[in-house]
């Protein structure tokens, strides 16, 4: 009888961890603009890549992994019930967005805002726009796109071969633009980059008031520095250049650096970027390379999530892989899922990449453009070098106004230092002319009281400086 009763006990334990099972699903969901035209079959990529990575865990009675590829119509009025029905209800412990736009998408930042609301993690890699949009802290991401570190650190390299210390930064209101100022100023007080000061700092309004670009950059004429690193779209540089043009800072003594150039196939006007600038790319804006790298970061998204859930699976038991796996979110109770941080930390530690602990990358390679001649009225954008964790490598750089050497990074000037030998007496006055109060030939009028001291020109005010001893 007691055998049979354990028998009875042990068979219905195992049907309610049977059950328990098959409520048990994992996974991984993948999100893209639907009118995206890189799409493609990158979804049989996506989805196969994680089926090969778990395939040891493919007939697991306790667990179901999935991945799925959501194509999204950005402009659907009710993202939030959309994150409900299709993210938190196939169980997704993990969301993975990739944008191409030239600018951040609304729907982008509310995703990421939603979604990192209910706890769970998110990969993103937006090429036009790494470090574009940092959400808060409690929103749970990893970034496949290089960050604005990366990016000021590769400027900064560049600065660093040529001796230039000072810098003058101009931002319109781009998305991004006061964290692309932050990271400067935080990269600054870093011991190895301390040497560099930014002299000013321009920020533009509205690129199309021309009054107001002037205004602002006027000031650049007497600056110290003679290097300008400009953080705008492609359409705010056009007009922010076309004035500084005006204003003679495009002349052979500035070095200008873009950020986020993505075409190096554009060939451009003769007078629409100063010959000689340097553009930083990140990702080249042609469907063939878009294609093939929006398939790669899908690639490594479902490797990196493959990865975590492979180290759950092997290094916990039963109880704590449903817990760490298992997404609790909840939509109608606005529930927030307790141990996505958990599962982040594994995403964040897999060997697949390198993050730092706020999620970006450890490293990026980042391609250093140069702003060259095509021919006699076209210029175009030619790839000199790269920039990466090993370092910055360049070659055949062309200079502003096509000059054999780099710029000096600050304005020229020019001192006379005569020596002499002080011996008495050092220098010989006299009086000026009593009638007229000017100098006989060969003598300088020398003021001998302070400015602040009013009275009419009289010999106690002014004295002949005649000359001195050598």
């Not at 370092?391 to 020596?419: C, E, F, H, M, V």
């Amino acid at each position: 009888m007691q055998c049979h009763t354990l028998y009875i006990l042990t068979w219905i334990i195992s049907r309610l961890l049977t059950a328990m099972g098959q409520d048990s699903v994992s996974s991984i969901i993948a999100l893209v603009p639907q009118d995206s035209i890189y799409g493609g079959n990158s979804y049989k990529i996506f989805e196969k890549t994680v089926k090969d990575k778990l395939k040891s865990y493919r007939y697991d009675d306790d667990f179901k992994f999935g991945a799925s590829y959501i194509m999204v119509d950005k402009y659907t009025p009710k993202f939030f019930e959309y994150i409900c029905s299709e993210i938190v209800k196939r169980h997704a412990n993990t969301v993975a967005i990739i944008d191409l736009n030239d600018s951040l998408s609304s729907w982008i930042r509310y995703m990421v805002l939603q979604i990192g609301f209910l706890g769970i993690p998110i990969i993103q890699w937006y090429p036009d726009n790494p470090g574009l949009f940092k959400p808060p802290s409690d929103v749970l991401t990893l970034q496949l796109s290089p960050s604005y570190y990366h990016t000021i650190s590769a400027i900064f390299s560049f600065m660093n071969r040529y001796d230039w210390r000072q810098f003058s930064v101009i931002t319109s209101y781009q998305e991004g633009h006061h964290q692309f100022i932050s990271t400067i100023d935080d990269i600054c007080k870093e011991t190895q980059w301390k040497q560099f000061a930014v002299v000013d700092k321009v920020k533009i309004s509205d690129p199309n008031n021309k009054l107001l670009i002037h205004r602002k950059l006027a000031p650049l004429q007497e600056s110290d520095s003679r290097i300008i690193i400009l953080f705008a779209s492609r359409y705010e540089r056009k007009e922010i250049i076309n004035v500084a043009a005006q204003l003679k800072l495009t002349k052979n003594e500035y070095l200008w650096f873009l950020t986020g150039i993505n075409n190096m196939r554009d060939v451009l006007p003769k007078n629409t970027l100063p010959i000689g600038s340097i553009g930083l790319m990140y990702s080249e804006n042609k469907y063939r390379i878009r294609k093939m790298e929006m398939e790669e970061m899908l690639n490594k998204s479902a490797h990196i999530w493959g990865s975590a859930v492979q180290n759950v699976m092997k290094h916990t038991n039963l109880t704590h892989k449903q817990g760490v796996l298992v997404s609790t979110a909840n939509c109608s109770s606005s529930q927030r899922w307790e141990n996505g941080e958990l599962f982040y930390q594994y995403l964040r530690n897999t060997s697949v990449m390198n993050f730092k602990l706020d999620g970006t990358l450890e490293g990026s390679q980042i391609k250093i453009m140069n702003f060259v001649y095509k021919s006699e009225h076209k210029r175009k954008w030619k790839q000199i070098g790269t920039w990466d964790s090993k370092g910055l490598r360049t070659k055949d750089i062309t200079w502003p106004g096509n000059s054999p050497k780099p710029p000096l990074g600050k304005p020229a000037r020019y001192y006379l230092q005569i020596t002499t030998l002080r011996e008495e007496p050092y220098v010989l006055y006299s009086d000026p002319d009593p009638e007229t109060g000017t100098c006989n030939r060969g003598g300088a009028l020398c003021r001998m009281q302070p400015k602040n001291v009013t009275m009419r020109f009289t010999q106690k005010l002014y004295k002949l400086y005649s000359h001195y001893t050598f």
